[in-house]
């Protein structure tokens, strides 16, 4: 085989690797043998169901690999109610090698935080055995959170967090060069936002509320 055949066909094989692979199905097409996940999708703070949450399932392998492929099994919207199903054939999908997910997207709202997957990896599914999954979405706001610093002090760290639990918690490391530094960060509105940073081994706190679609400022003092 002469040369350039070789590398001819090595960029098709590496271009048809990339393509990513989508489905498009409903939710609920499987009628036997079926992975079936369903729950409720929260407004927070509200905590009313959310009525148009688009929701896509979906495969990723778990292992590594050159290039992890898009598999969208199904799409979804969630009722008036804030309810989902997803109901997808056993066989579409090997969980001994891939673990699933779930992409919640719905306009001015977000899960956890920005671009972040609902991810199911110790999901214990069995064919036609309903496995429930409630999950809560936030209302969009923005802050500005701004360094003053005033003194010499070692590297350190500032976060802050959605006041529904540590886990939407972000954290930032701060050094003394960073004074003035402006960060614009994504955070829930219409609830609490706790900021908080350690000065000398002394922990600070603080928190604001920002108006959802809205932005708010605060000014960190070191």
């Known amino acids: 085989m002469k040369p350039w055949y070789f590398l001819i ?7 048809a690797c990339r393509k990513d692979r989508t489905k498009p199905v409903t939710g609920n ?3 036997s043998s079926c992975y079936i996940l369903a729950g409720t999708i929260i407004d927070t703070p509200g905590k009313f169901g959310l009525a148009g949450v688009e929701l896509e399932l979906r495969s990723t392998y778990s292992g590594y690999t050159f290039h992890n492929p898009l598999n969208i099994l199904a799409k979804t919207v969630t009722d008036n109610n804030g309810k989902y199903r997803f109901s997808v054939p056993s066989g579409s999908v090997d969980l001994n090698r891939n673990y699933l997910s779930v992409v919640l997207k719905k ?3 977000f899960y956890r935080t920005p671009d972040e997957k609902l991810g199911l990896y110790d999901t214990k599914f069995k064919p036609d055995s309903a496995i429930t999954v409630n999950a809560a979405m936030f209302r969009q706001a923005t802050m500005d959170i701004k360094l003053e610093i005033s003194r010499p002090f070692a590297p350190n760290t500032f976060s802050f967090y959605y006041d529904y639990g540590s886990k939407t918690a972000h954290g930032y490391n701060v050094n003394p060069e960073d004074a003035g530094k402006l960060y614009n960060v994504t955070t829930a509105g219409d609830m609490k ?7 000398d081994k ?3 706190k603080d928190s604001l509320t920002v108006p959802a679609g809205q932005k708010g400022t605060y000014t960190i003092k070191f």
Request: charged share 15%.
């Open 193 to 199: 936002t706790i900021i908080f940073w350690d000065i």
């Open 29 to 31: 097409d499987c009628r």
């Open 107 to 109: 306009t001015t709202y």
């Open 9 to 15: 066909l090595l960029l098709y094989m590496l271009t």
């Open 202 to 204: 002394v922990r600070y």
